[in-house]
C-alpha cells in the first residue's frame, strides 16, 4: 500500500520467470551445422511459453537468429539465376496470399529501394513445409519470398544499411496496416 492506502500501480506479484529465450554460440565464433541444429532443438521445445495457439497445432511464428551465411546465400541466389555482387542484402518478405496483391507489394518494395539507390537483383521463392501447419496458420499464412539487392558501389555499408531500412519503412507505410507485406 502506498502512503494513501491505495494501492500502488506496481505489484511484486506481476512478476514471472521469463522463458522464451536460448542462446546457443560457439566461442570461437565458428559456423557449425551442429549449433543450428541445437538451435532449433531448443526452439521445438519451448511451446510451453504459449506460442501455441488454442487448435493445439498451430505456432507464432519463432525462430532463430544466425550470422549472415554468405556462401549459402550465394548459392541460393545462383540456384535462382541471380549473380551477387560483392556486397548485397538479402531479405525474407512475407507477401499477401492474393498473387495479385503480393505482386502489387513487390513492385512497391522494388521501387522504394531504387529510390535509395540500391539494386533489386532478383526474387525466390522459399520452399514451406505445410504439413505442420495448423488450420488457423493455414488460413493466415502468407507467401514468402526472399529478395536479393545490390548496395550502391560508391557507399559505405553504413549507408547501405540505412538506405534497406528507409526503403522497408516507407514500402510498409504505402502497404495497407491490415495486409501482410
Known amino acids: ?4 492506502n491505495k494501492p500502488a500501480l506496481y505489484d511484486p506479484s506481476f512478476e514471472h520467470d521469463s522463458c522464451g529465450f536460448g542462446l ?3 566461442i570461437r565464433g565458428e559456423a557449425s551445422a551442429w549449433i543450428v541444429d541445437q538451435a532449433f532443438a531448443a526452439l521445438c521445445k519451448m511451446s510451453h511459453r ?3 495457439n488454442a487448435d493445439g497445432v498451430t505456432g507464432d511464428g519463432c525462430g532463430i537468429l544466425f550470422y549472415r551465411p554468405d556462401a549459402w546465400l550465394r548459392a541460393l541466389a545462383r ?3 541471380i549473380a551477387l555482387p560483392a556486397r548485397f ?9 492474393d498473387a ?5 507489394a513487390q513492385e512497391t518494395l522494388e521501387r522504394t529501394l531504387r529510390a535509395e539507390g540500391t539494386q533489386p537483383l532478383g526474387w525466390r ?19 514468402i519470398r526472399q529478395i536479393f539487392v545490390a548496395a550502391d558501389p560508391a557507399g559505405s555499408d553504413a549507408d547501405f ?7 522497408r519503412r516507407r514500402a510498409q507505410h504505402t502497404r495497407a496496416p491490415d495486409r501482410t507485406f
Not at 89 to 97: H, I, R
Open 1 to 4: 500500500m502506498t502512503q494513501s
Open 24 to 26: 546457443i554460440a560457439s
Open 161 to 167: 544499411e540505412r538506405a534497406l531500412f528507409r526503403a
Open 125 to 143: 521463392d522459399v520452399p514451406v513445409a505445410d504439413a505442420p501447419c495448423g488450420p488457423l496458420g493455414m488460413q493466415s499464412r502468407p507467401r
Open 100 to 104: 495479385i496483391v503480393a505482386n502489387q
Open 89 to 97: 542484402a538479402s531479405g525474407l518478405v512475407f507477401l499477401d496470399a
Open 79 to 81: 540456384d535462382a539465376g
Open 50 to 52: 504459449g506460442g501455441v
